[in-house]
């Protein structure tokens, strides 16, 4: 990475903001949060003013577009998956402002104010239909009672109300202590749910007392409608509620037509406009003096003199391009990884822990082929490696429309292979299925092979120990890299007294140490000189590790001892996963027994669902794990994190596209 420094005339400034924006050679920073001293014999860029002027029509072109985007059909579930809509790319020239200006009024002036009509029609349309919803749910409550709507209220002589109640007994017993008063009923619902619908009333000199019943014991009813019967009221709204429905499909139908001749125009048009708001925005990061912008940013180091050559060319040689090599601290360069395509996928397991701070190890491929390793033997059946491989498989080569899960799919691929193996190597194919079900019995290995006077397959269920050392040797395995990636990470900072004491006194440690207790405890007899030798590698590796961190240092080993144990969690996944598969191939073969005829039925269907459920909560658990064991036991042996992406200032097109150019 290289830090850039430029100084360009104001009359040359548009177009090498432009030519950084199509090359996308540069990430630019804001000088005054970066370097603020600059401010003391130059002052703050401010934005574009024409800026101001794309925003506004970014907004307006974004309404329309919501509205038309919110009316179309819309495909859901795996219709969507398998066969999503593609934005469709537009080829477009490239114009001045003053001609996007104008093609975007000419656009607007056709649609804007049909369109926001129609959403307006279509906001009262909703209204007005919630408001006969609401009337037609209080209505047939009371659709039995023959009475007028405009009997409701207050008259000269009457008061008369009408509503809904679950206390019906205490209501109608307050209601018949009033004088000259009257109640009609009609019971909804059972259970906990009965509701009454009652019309009470009485003589206006009870108008008081028939309020205060009513708002302690009743749900007043409120109608938008004030007269004629109950059924007739029913019948005109229902009446008018299919003629607003018809209106309402009407204004859809005709926005939808509208969409489909204009929605990816309106697309493209607003991106042309973002795009170029983008641009004119950046200069509120720059500098400037009387006659110059003060640009600062980041470029990769290989890209050094075709920035300084293209920009030159550009500006007519009236710029100034200056590049330093950048220090970790203060500078803190953003981070440029580069992975291989295939391993993309990777780079997401990383950013959700951190990314590499600059001049820092990349361990994104390590970190991901151990991941995938490790999900493999926790998972560590064949029949669901096969799926994971089947479906992954599946959606690298026909979901293509997206490149997130074509990388995704890669990565499952190989996750699904290393499952496949292990649960070959260790007897598992969804459990114990082959053997309990075409076999006959459940105990019978899937194949038998001698290799090397190694017997396959690994029992895992009847072996565990076997496993075990297995996941400990990996354990082993993958925290030595770690060490090994820390004591090279020291070296190239140049950080020697952390390189030959924190970082390396693991080697020595490992080395006396599992001699030692070798020795001790796994009864291996060794010869007076090698027991002395393994007794310095301790006292030595002890010794690094407490001239740098002091006797806390004792808790580092008893850290380490525990970031290596936490390897068996290959152990228990595999044997939880291997568990489950064979506990519900015996609950599946026992209901399938127990009920007659339809048994063989009911027995796939509890297989099917029983094994995608542990396949689905198993490879869940695997995947967590996995990274765990990457995130803190690998990590904690080298990794800091902390970095930013390198973002440069480059022109992003999706529903757009030009003919393209090369870099003069």
Known sequence: M????????????????????????????????????????????????????????????????????????????????????????????????????????????????????????????????????????????????????????????????????????????????????????????????????????????????????????????????????????????????????????????????????????????REEIQLERIRMEVSKNFAKTNSTFIIKGWALEKNEELLKTTLTKVAEEHIICDFETPSINPDNPPVYLKTPRWAEGFKDLLGMFALPKYNEINPTIIMGIFFMVFFGVMLGDAGYGSVILILSLFGYFKLKHSDMIRSWSFMGIWMGIVTTVFGFLTN????????????????????????????????????????????????????????????????????????LTTKFCWIPLQIGGGLLISNFILNVELSTPLFYLAASFVLIGIIQLFVSEGPIGFFDITGYVGDWLSYARLLALGLATVGMALAFNVISQLMGNMIPFIGIVIMIILLLVLHTVNLGLQALGAAIHSLRLQYVEFFNRFYEGGGQEFTPFKIKRTYTKTIEKEID
């Open 428 to 499: 598992s194919f969804f459990g114990d299925f082959i053997p309990r079900f075409f076999y006959g019995d459940p105990n019978k290995l899937l194949y038998e092979l001698n290799i090397g006077g190694i017997h396959l397959p690994l029992d895992s269920i009847k072996d565990p120990l076997t496993m075990l050392a297995i996941a400990l040797i990996f354990g082993l395995i993958h925290l030595n890299i770690g060490v090994i990636l820390g004591v090279y990470q020291a070296y190239k900072r140049k950080n020697y007294k952390e390189m």
């Open 2 to 269: 290289k830090k850039v420094s430029l100084i360009v005339h104001q009359s040359y400034a548009e177009d090498v903001i432009k030519k950084l924006y199509e090359t996308g050679l540069m990430e630019i920073r804001n000088v005054s949060k970066d370097e603020p001293e600059i401010l003391e014999y130059s002052e703050e860029a401010t934005t574009h003013l024409e800026a101001a002027i794309c925003a506004n029509y970014e907004i307006r072109l974004s309404r329309i577009i919501d509205i038309l985007k919110k009316i179309q059909p819309k495909k859901g579930g795996i219709k969507a998956l398998l066969n999503p809509e593609l934005p469709t790319v537009k080829t477009v020239d490239d114009r001045s402002l003053e001609e996007i200006y104008s093609h975007t009024e000419g656009i607007l002036s056709d649609i804007e104010k049909h369109v926001l009509e129609s959403e307006k029609k279509l906001e009262d349309i909703k209204e007005k239909k919630e408001r006969i919803d609401t009337d037609l749910n209080q209505l047939n409550y009371i659709k039995d009672f023959d009475f007028d709507l405009s009997d409701l209220g207050v008259s000269d002589y009457l008061i008369i109300k009408a509503g809904k109640t679950t206390e019906f007994d205490d209501l109608k017993s307050q209601i018949e202590k009033v004088d000259k008063s009257f109640i009609i009923s009609k019971q909804f619902g059972s259970g906990k749910k009965i509701e009454w619908a009652v019309v009470i009333g009485a003589y206006i000199s009870e108008k008081e007392t028939i309020e205060k019943i009513s708002r302690e014991k009743l749900t007043e009813f409120n109608f938008e409608i004030d007269s004629g019967s109950v059924k007739e009221v029913i019948k005109n709204l229902q009446n008018e509620k299919k003629s607003i429905e018809r209106e309402k499909k009407q204004i859809i139908a005709d926005l939808r037509d509208y969409a489909k001749k204009q929605l990816n125009d309106l697309l493209a048009l």
